[in-house]
């Protein structure tokens, strides 16, 4: 049943769709890319032109006179049938490269051998596109996203550099996803990669944006005004209505995909001043510097002459082809060039330009100063560089085809087959016997070395220190202790005299009294000496003269100068005493 | 039963190793031999892709490698694989190496003597150190040996013993000192300064195959001593031998 009702009403839409062809309808429409009405386009920013065709379900490109004085692209077609009647929607971006007036229209389409025509669209475009007040309002209220381009500068010198920017600004908390952006093609600039996007946070008309910016370098390539059409930035953003109502979260959120795009930007780009010489770039360069990787060499040997230059510019395409004013006694040849990124200052790069120097006849050559000129747009006038001239010591010798140095044997051609036997037999064989495989060599480490070494000694270490030891020892015995006491007093005495320290004679005595006979040198009274000296036969007028020299070295060690005159002699008289216990004792 | 399992897998990986260090090194030793062939044939770039190939390169093999250099006119790449090939080196084999070295700065343009000091830095250096600690622990040792247990001629054998004892020490200690000193080659004519930084004053110019001797490095900067001057060069200059 289902199937018969569906059945009918097909054939009835069909039937409809036939008869309402007769009556064909088209519309030309502009607007601008975020659905405005258009009042005025701008130069590079692009707009919509749209075909309504109503009537009709073909969905047959139709031709727009006028249209071809704009880069257009088709962006899509839409079908909508309402109450039974189709129409077919054409949709086209279209950008003009020049202000002025324009008139696109008609737009014809044929149908079934009939053609029908649209009505014409005046479209005035200007360098700023103008938006009706009420819709520049509504524009801004709503914008959830904006995407612009932003350059350093908009006064420029041909060739200069121009570092631009675009920013996706979306609002902070929609959860919007950048898709890509579309650059727009340009023949007028040399443009270089985009550096990868960063990221930030930025407060517009009281809302907070998150951004995504990406920068990157170009150059104008002839003078007068330069537009570079907008830029193109698709992102997605959740779908509002989706088919499953409250039950999407279900099957992973669907997102609506949008487009957006950015103003145009427009250079004045101004053609460099006259000049009367070759100016080799554009930009700002520090230093131009000449080098050879040797200063004497033979005849005919290869010599790699390098020109080195510092700056800040588009080095990819800046090339020294010549080595100007070279002896004529010296040929030289193009080879490497390359760029040194990181070698050089902050923002500035280091280009290498070498070449291979043969000298033909032995002497001396100069290479003379190698000049570099540019134009400083900053202070719009030219400037040159200069390198040092570079000296060469050629010797003499067997003139040889020139080889480069670095080429491998492979690519020298026959040149290279004359030259390889000769430095085959200039140096000895390779070797084929000897031992080739690497075995990693282990030395005794230093510490373990040095006990080793100290080991033998070790023996006669352990002997004298028992020999050491046992001096020691002995020296220090109360035999050893009596033995050396006279011994011991005489050194103190010589060292006090000649110190002139006679108050330690005292003790020097009394210190002689106590090692030699083992009393205890605080304890020892005069009483307990006079009572050794009776012991060993010293007589009373002895033992008396010893009292009275006691008593006077006494009074010298407690008293001091102050109070008792000094006796030169008294160290005379220690020192016959001295004598005298040595030979009674 | 167990121990059985155990001992198999035991015996099984040992094989399995064994064989595989068989497989590898006749492989290195193949290649050094298609390479030997190449350099014969005159194909010196694929003789020197297949002698870089072989992982541990020892003297003979840098001593090649230096000759393959030379032939396709890479002469400061030479120089340095000679030099590289000095350590380790047999005695006989360092005069064709000095021999190739000079041939290589004539090439250059640079006048290269050798001086005897130098000679006798490479025979040391051609030195392995465990051999010459080895050596002169055996004498020292057979010093103190004799001084305890030999009577008749005691004299003699001291001195003898003992000079050889302070001949080897004093290598030993030369050896230490050229194992610290790393030298290097200048691979590009450049310049170097009083500091690790272009911005500091710049001491002095170095010519391509210059040797200089290496203190420290840091970051991309090696601290050099040339002819007594010390100062700073670019890594990407110099490349050490």
Redesign the interface.
Same mark, same amino acid.
Request: charge should be positive; hydrophobic fraction near 40%; include cysteine.
């Given at each position: 049943m289902v199937k018969i009702v569906g059945n009918y009403i097909m054939i009835f839409c069909l039937l409809a769709s036939i008869l309402k062809t007769q009556g064909i309808q088209i519309t030309l429409k502009a607007k601008s890319t975020d659905g405005f009405k258009l009042d005025q386009a701008a130069v590079g920013q692009p707009f919509v032109v749209e075909v309504v065709v109503e009537g009709s379900s073909s969905s047959k490109r139709p031709e727009i006179k006028g249209i071809e004085r704009f880069r257009t692209s088709q962006t899509g077609v839409s079908v909508q049938i309402i109450n039974g009647q189709a129409s077919v929607t054409h949709s086209f971006h279209v950008i003009a490269s020049k202000p002025g007036e324009y008139i696109i229209g008609p737009a014809i389409i044929e149908d079934k051998g009939n053609t029908y025509e649209s009505n014409k669209l005046d479209v005035s475009v200007s360098d700023q596109q103008l938006l009706d007040p009420e819709d520049e309002l509504k524009r801004s209220e709503n914008q959830k996203v904006i995407f612009e381009l932003i350059p350093d500068k908009e006064d420029v010198f041909v060739g200069e550099k121009i570092n631009c920017r675009f920013r996706f600004y979306y609002l902070k908390g929609d959860n919007i996803k950048l898709e890509g952006v579309v650059p727009s093609e340009s023949k007028e600039f040399r443009r270089k990669k985009n550096e990868k996007p960063i990221g930030g946070t930025v407060k517009i008309n009281d809302q907070v944006y998150n951004y995504l910016e990406s920068r990157w370098i170009m150059y104008p390539k002839r003078a007068g005004i330069i537009t570079l059409p907008a830029y193109q930035a698709i992102y997605k953003v959740p779908a509002e209505d989706s088919f499953f109502g409250g039950f999407s979260s279900f099957f992973g959120r669907s997102y609506e995909q949008k487009e957006i795009f950015s103003n145009p930007l427009t250079f004045n780009v101004q053609s460099l001043p006259p000049y009367d010489g070759v100016v080799t770039d554009v930009g700002q360069f520090n230093s131009f510097y000449a080098?050879?990787?040797? @200063?004497?060499?033979?005849q005919g040997?290869?010599i790699v002459y390098?020109l080195e230059i510092e700056g800040d510019n588009d080095f990819d395409t800046l090339d020294l082809k010549e080595v100007k004013n070279m002896p004529e006694k010296l040929k030289y040849y193009d080879s490497k060039r390359y760029v040194l990124d990181n070698?050089a200052?902050m923002g500035m790069k280091k280009k290498r330009f070498e070449f291979i120097v043969q000298a033909m006849e032995p002497g001396i050559w100069t290479i003379p100063v190698q000049e570099f000129t540019y134009f400083d747009p900053e202070e719009k006038k030219y400037k040159t560089l200069k390198t040092e001239p570079v000296t060469l010591?050629i010797?003499k010798g067997v003139a040889k085809p020139f080889?480069?140095?670095?080429? +491998?044997?492979?690519k020298q051609g026959d040149r290279g087959k004359d030259?390889? +036997?000769e430095? !085959?037999d200039?140096?000895?064989?390779? =070797?084929?016997h000897?031992?080739?495989?690497?075995?990693s060599?282990?030395?005794?480490p230093?510490w373990v070395?040095i006990l080793?070494?100290l080991f033998?000694l070790l023996p006669f270490g352990i002997t004298l220190g028992k020999n050491m030891s046992r001096k020691v020892s002995e020296r220090y015995s109360p035999h050893m202790i009596k033995k050396y006491a006279f011994s011991k007093a005489i050194k103190s005495l010589r060292f006090a005299s000649k110190k002139n320290d006679f108050r330690a004679i005292c003790s020097i005595f009394i210190t002689l009294f106590a090692e030699r006979f083992g009393l205890n040198e605080i304890l020892i009274t005069q009483d307990d000496i006079i009572k050794i000296l009776q012991e060993k036969e010293f007589s009373q007028q002895e033992i008396n003269n010893w009292e009275n020299f006691v008593a006077k070295i006494s009074s010298f060690a407690y008293y001091g100068t102050d109070k008792v005159r000094f006796d030169k002699n008294m160290f005379e008289q220690a020192i016959f005493w001295l004598d005298k216990f040595k030979e009674k004792f | 039963m167990c121990k059985k399992i155990i001992l198999f897998f035991i015996v099984f990986t040992v094989c399995f190793l064994g064989m595989n260090i068989v497989c590898l090194?006749s492989k =290195?030793?193949e290649m050094?031999l298609t390479a030997?062939n190449l350099?014969e044939q005159?194909? #010196?770039?694929q003789a020197l892709d297949l002698y870089k190939k072989?992982?541990?390169?020892?003297?003979?093999?840098l #001593?090649?490698i230096g000759?393959c250099e030379?032939?396709?006119? !890479?002469?400061v790449a030479a120089i340095i694989a000679w030099n590289k090939s000095k350590k380790?080196a @047999?005695l006989g084999?360092l005069n064709?190496i000095n !021999?190739?070295i000079s041939? @290589?700065y004539d090439?250059?343009?640079?006048s290269h003597e050798v001086s005897f000091w130098q000679e006798m830095k490479d025979i040391i250096n051609s030195f392995? &150190?465990?051999y010459l =600690?080895?050596l002169? &622990?055996i004498f020292?040792?057979l010093?103190?040996l004799v001084f305890m247990f030999i009577k008749k001629l005691r004299g003699l054998f001291l001195g003898f013993t003992l000079s050889l004892s302070f001949i080897f020490l004093s290598i030993?200690v030369i050896k230490?000192r050229l194992i610290r000193r790393e030298e290097a080659i200048v691979t590009? @004519?450049t310049s170097f300064f009083a500091g690790p930084n272009?911005k500091y004053h710049k001491l002095g110019d170095l010519?391509?195959?210059d040797k200089i001797i290496v203190q420290k490095k840091e970051k991309k900067w090696y601290k050099i001593d040339h002819d007594g001057v010390v100062g700073w060069v &670019?890594i990407d200059h110099v490349e050490k031998v």
């Open positions: 080098s050879v990787d040797r @200063a004497v060499a033979k040997d290869g390098t070698s200052k010591k010797l080889v480069p140095l670095d080429q +491998p044997q492979g030259k390889v +036997p430095a !085959h200039e140096i000895r064989d390779i =070797q084929k000897r031992r080739w495989y690497g075995v060599h282990k030395a005794i230093l070395f080793v070494m033998p | 090194a =290195q030793e050094f030997n350099y005159k194909k #010196y770039k072989i992982e541990k390169k020892d003297s003979a093999l #001593y090649n000759n030379f032939c396709l006119g !890479h002469y380790g @047999a084999n064709d !021999h190739n041939v @290589a090439k250059l343009g640079i392995f &150190l465990f =600690q080895l002169f &622990l020292w040792f010093f103190f030993v230490y590009s @004519a272009e010519s391509v195959a &670019l």
